[in-house]
C-alpha cells in the first residue's frame, strides 16, 4: 500500500515507519521537526530510512494548507496515519493555544484536504487521556469522553469530534486509535520511563508527584506498532474505534521499583503534590481490539524496560 504518516520522525512514527517499510509498503513521511525536545534525535530516529527506494520525506507542518494539500494531491496515498501532533499533558497547561493550533488545527486541515481526494481509510492517533476523570475502569470505547483533565485531553477529543463529523458528512472512514502511555526505544525525553531511569543511572533526584499510587497502563512500542499494522485490513466502514494498551496498569511506585531491579541502582526520590491535569489511572478494556483487529499485547514491562536500559546506555555512549 502507499501510505502517508504525519509525525513521522517521531518516537511511533519512526517505529511504524521501519515496520512499513520492512514489509514493503510505499512510504510517504511528513515532519516538521518541532523543537519540543532536541531535532537530532527525531532525524536520527529516520536516518536509516533514506536508504529504502520506497520512502519519500517531506519537510513541512500538518496546519499549512498548501503543504498539505500539494502532497497528497501529488502523492495520492491510500491511507493516512496521523501521528503528528503536540503532545503532553503538562505543557499543554502551559501553552494550550499550541496545542489547539496543532492538534485541532492541523488534524481539520487533513480532513479538509480529504474531501474531494478519494482514500482507503484516514487513521487518527488519539490518546487514553481523553478519558479523563472516567470512574469506571477499565476503560472501554463506549464511555463518555467530555471530562477531560488537561487541554491535551480535550484537544484530542476535538480531533476526534473532527474524525466523526467528516465520516458523517463525507464518508472519510476513519479509524480513532487511542494509545495508552507507550514506552519503549526513541521514547521522548520528557515522558516518565525514560526519566526515571536516565535519573537513576545518574544517581540523580527523581521527582514523584503525589505518592506514587497512580497507575498506568504501560504499553511498549512494538505492540501499538502492531495494533496500527492490524488496522491497515480492517474493512468495516464508518468511524470506529480501538484501544490500543495492555491492560495491565501498574503503579508509579512499581515502576520506579522494576528500574531499581533492572538498573541494579536505588532511586533517590523527592515527594511534590500531585500535579493538575493528572489523572489517577488508566486502563485499557482491549477486548474490541482483540476480537476485531487480532491486537494481542505481548511485550512485559520487565522486557520493555530491560530494553529501555540497553538502549539509554547506548544513545549515552554515542553522544559522549
Not at 260 to 276: C, F, N, P, S, V
Amino acid at each position: 500500500m502507499k501510505i502517508l504518516i504525519t509525525g513521522g520522525a517521531g518516537f511511533i512514527g519512526s517505529h511504524l515507519i521501519d515496520r512499513l517499510l520492512s514489509e514493503n509498503h510505499e512510504v510517504i513521511c511528513i515532519d516538521n521537526f518541532d523543537d519540543f525536545y532536541d531535532i537530532s534525535e527525531k532525524k536520527n530516529n529516520i536516518s536509516n530510512h533514506f536508504s529504502f527506494k520506497n520512502y519519500t520525506f517531506h519537510e513541512g507542518d500538518i496546519t499549512d494548507k498548501i503543504f498539505i494539500k500539494d502532497i497528497i494531491s501529488s502523492d495520492t496515498p491510500e491511507i493516512i496515519i496521523h501521528l503528528a501532533a503536540r503532545a503532553g499533558v503538562r505543557p499543554s497547561i502551559i501553552n494550550p493555544e499550541k496545542y489547539y493550533e496543532v492538534n485541532v488545527s492541523g488534524t481539520l486541515t487533513l480532513l479538509e484536504t480529504l474531501r474531494n481526494i478519494r482514500i482507503k481509510k484516514f487513521i487518527y492517533a488519539s490518546s487514553s487521556s481523553v478519558y479523563g476523570l472516567n470512574p469506571k475502569t477499565p476503560f472501554s470505547e463506549e464511555d463518555a469522553t467530555m471530562n477531560p483533565a488537561s487541554p491535551y485531553a480535550a484537544s484530542k477529543i476535538a480531533g476526534e469530534a473532527l474524525c466523526h463529523s467528516f465520516n458523517n458528512i463525507y464518508g472519510i472512514n476513519t479509524l480513532i486509535l487511542r494509545f495508552f502511555t507507550v514506552y519503549g526505544s526513541r521514547q521522548r525525553p520528557d515522558l516518565a520511563i525514560r526519566k526515571f531511569i536516565r535519573s537513576i543511572l545518574n544517581k540523580e533526584v527523581i521527582t514523584m508527584f503525589g505518592n506514587g499510587g497512580t497507575s498506568r497502563d504501560y504499553t511498549h512500542i512494538s505492540d501499538i506498532v502492531s495494533g496500527i499494522i492490524k488496522t491497515l485490513d480492517y474493512d468495516r466502514a464508518g468511524c470506529n474505534i480501538f484501544n490500543l494498551g495492555n491492560s495491565n496498569p501498574i503503579k508509579l511506585i512499581e515502576l520506579i521499583h522494576a528500574i531499581e531491579k533492572h538498573t541494579g541502582e536505588k532511586a533517590i526520590l523527592r515527594y511534590m503534590d500531585e500535579q493538575k491535569g493528572d489523572v489517577p489511572i488508566t486502563y485499557a478494556d482491549i477486548s474490541k481490539a482483540k476480537r476485531e483487529l487480532g491486537y494481542d499485547p505481548a511485550v512485559s514491562l520487565d522486557e520493555g524496560i530491560k530494553e529501555m536500559i540497553v538502549w539509554l546506555k547506548n544513545l549515552k555512549l554515542s553522544s559522549s
